[in-house]
Nanobody
Framework: QVQLVESGGGLVQAGGSLRLSCSAS????????MGWFRQAPGKEREFVAA????????YHADSVKGRFTISRNNAKNTVYLQMNSLKPEDTAVYYC?????????????????WGQGTQVTVSS
């Protein structure tokens, strides 16, 4: 079974950039659709981006489209989230997640495996 560990969070000023990484253990990483979600205090966990197993198809929430980019490197068992032009409203704990599927889902309920999360704080 795949285990997920996120890294790359931190404190950044508005307009800045961060790159999150999610490293997966196990030999079956390429059989999983991967997603990034975030949860701000007092709010529900929300979809940010997802990528299919090969990396050929990506999906981004409207709120991050044009600013965030999801990618993956199956040889390194890693999925990334490049975040540019960060805004204070992007502040949240960011989670990577994995699901055994062919088509990426936007619902957190569809994902089987989760990392522990990494905090992203954007100051104004």
């Amino acid at each position: 079974q795949v285990q997920l560990v996120e890294s790359g969070g931190g404190l950044v000023q508005a307009g800045g950039s961060l790159r999150l990484s999610c490293s997966a253990s196990g030999r079956t990483f390429s059989s999983y659709v991967m997603g990034w979600f975030r949860q701000a205090p007092g709010k529900e966990r929300e979809f940010v981006a997802a990528i299919n197993r090969s990396g050929g198809s990506t999906y981004h929430a409207d709120s991050v489209k044009g600013r965030f980019t999801i990618s993956r490197n199956n040889a390194k068992n890693t999925v990334y989230l490049q975040m540019n032009s960060l805004k204070p409203e992007d502040t949240a704990v960011y989670y990577c997640a994995a699901e055994r599927a062919v088509v990426a889902d936007r619902s957190p309920a569809a994902y089987d495996l989760w990392g522990q999360g990494t905090q992203v704080t954007v100051s104004s």
